[in-house]
C-alpha cells in the first residue's frame, strides 16, 4: 500500500477527510480543563501515522505543531505532552477559542512538530511559566525528572483563575499572582529573585511567558551566572522558516528557535519591542 492510500485509511478510521500527506490528523482523546479560559487537548495515540508520515524523532519540550482548522485558520501552538500527544490552548481569539470548543471525538488537523526546543543542562533547573507558558514546561518538568534532575518550576498569572497550577509529581511548585489570589503576590520574576536570595543555587532557568517576564529573567540569569533558555512567539504563517512572517532581527522565530539561549536573548534588539503583524506590517510588541 503506497503512503497516500495509509493516510487516506487512518483519516477514514478518525472519521476525517485526508489531506495529501501535508497535515495529520488528530482525534481529541480528552479535553482538560486547566482555568476559567486554558484547556490541554490530549490526542488519541496513533503511532502508526506517526511512524509512516515522517519525524522518526519523539517531540520534545519547547515544539511546536501547527494546528489547522478548516475555514478558520492555522495557529501555533506548543506541546504540552508528546506519550500521548498534547496542546494547551487559552482562548483568547476566534481560533484559539474554536479549538477548546472542541469535544472528546472531534479531530483536528496538524503539521509538524516543528522547532528546536529545550535542552536539558546540569542537575538543578529552575522552569518559570506564565500564563499558558507554564504547559511546555510541565512537560519539561516530567522529562527532567525522568532523568533524576531537581526541578523547581515557578507559575504566574494575573490572578486565581488563569493559573495554570497542575503539579507535577517530585518537582517544587511555587506559585505567583498579580493580585496575590493566590500564592505570592506579585510576579514570577519576584519569587525567582526571593529564591535567589536564599542561596539556592541553578545550573539551568527555562522560560516561556510574556516577553518582559523573560527579558527579566535572562537579565537575572546573566547576573546569577545561570544559563537559560526561553520559548519566543510571534505571528507564525509558515512554522518552517519560509515566509519570513516571525522575523526577530535576523533570526526566525519558527526555525532558529522557538527556544533560545540566555545571551541570544538578551542580544537581539527587537525582542520585547516589536514584531510583524499579520498584514506584514511592523508593529509595536504589546506587553502581555
Ligand atoms: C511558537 C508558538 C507557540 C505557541 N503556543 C501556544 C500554546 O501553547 N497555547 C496557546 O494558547 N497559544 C499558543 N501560541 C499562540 C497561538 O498560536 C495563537 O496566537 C493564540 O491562540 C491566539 O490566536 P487567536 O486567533 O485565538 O487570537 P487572535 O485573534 O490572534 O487574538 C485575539 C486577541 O487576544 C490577544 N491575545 C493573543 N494572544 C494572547 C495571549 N497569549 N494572552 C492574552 N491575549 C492574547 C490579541 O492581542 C487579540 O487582542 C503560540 C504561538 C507561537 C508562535
Ligand atoms: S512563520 Fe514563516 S518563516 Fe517563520
Not at 476566534?94 to 479531530?107: A, D, R, V
Amino acid at each position: 500500500m503506497n503512503n497516500r492510500m495509509k493516510n487516506k485509511q487512518i483519516a477514514e478510521w478518525f472519521g476525517c477527510v485526508e489531506m495529501n500527506g501535508v497535515y495529520k490528523v488528530a482525534k481529541i482523546a480528552t479535553a482538560i480543563v486547566e482555568n476559567e479560559s486554558t484547556k490541554t487537548l490530549v490526542f488519541a495515540e496513533n503511532r502508526k501515522q506517526e511512524t509512516e508520515n515522517s519525524e522518526p524523532k519523539t517531540p520534545y519540550p519547547g515544539q511546536f505543531i501547527m494546528v489547522w482548522l478548516p475555514g478558520i485558520g492555522e495557529k501555533p501552538f506548543s506541546l504540552s505532552g508528546n506519550a500521548p500527544l498534547a496542546i494547551t490552548v487559552a482562548g483568547v481569539g476566534e481560533f484559539s477559542k474554536k479549538l477548546i470548543s472542541l469535544k472528546k471525538g472531534n479531530c483536528v488537523y496538524y503539521r509538524g512538530p516543528f522547532g528546536k526546543g529545550f535542552v536539558l543542562k546540569g542537575r538543578n533547573i529552575l522552569l518559570i511559566g506564565g500564563g499558558y507558558g507554564a504547559a511546555p514546561l510541565r512537560f519539561l518538568a516530567k522529562m527532567a525528572l525522568a532523568k533524576k534532575a531537581n526541578v523547581t518550576m515557578i507559575v504566574g498569572a494575573r490572578n486565581k483563575s488563569l493559573l495554570q497550577k497542575t503539579k507535577v509529581k517530585g518537582a517544587e511548585l511555587l506559585v505567583a499572582t498579580g493580585d496575590g489570589s493566590e500564592g505570592a503576590k506579585g510576579f514570577a520574576t519576584d519569587v525567582m529573585a526571593a529564591l535567589l536570595r536564599t542561596g539556592k543555587k541553578f545550573d539551568c532557568a527555562y522560560a516561556c511567558g510574556p516577553e518582559i517576564m523573560m527579558k527579566k529573567i535572562a537579565e537575572t540569569c546573566k547576573k546569577n551566572k545561570i544559563q537559560g533558555q526561553f520559548l519566543l512567539e510571534r505571528i507564525f504563517k509558515c512554522g518552517i522558516g519560509v515566509c519570513g512572517q516571525c522575523a526577530i532581527d535576523d533570526k526566525l522565530v519558527c526555525a532558529d528557535g522557538p527556544k533560545f539561549e540566555r545571551d541570544e536573548v538578551l542580544a537581539l534588539k527587537e525582542f520585547c519591542k516589536c514584531q510583524y503583524d499579520a498584514t506584514g506590517k511592523k508593529v509595536e510588541l504589546k506587553h502581555r
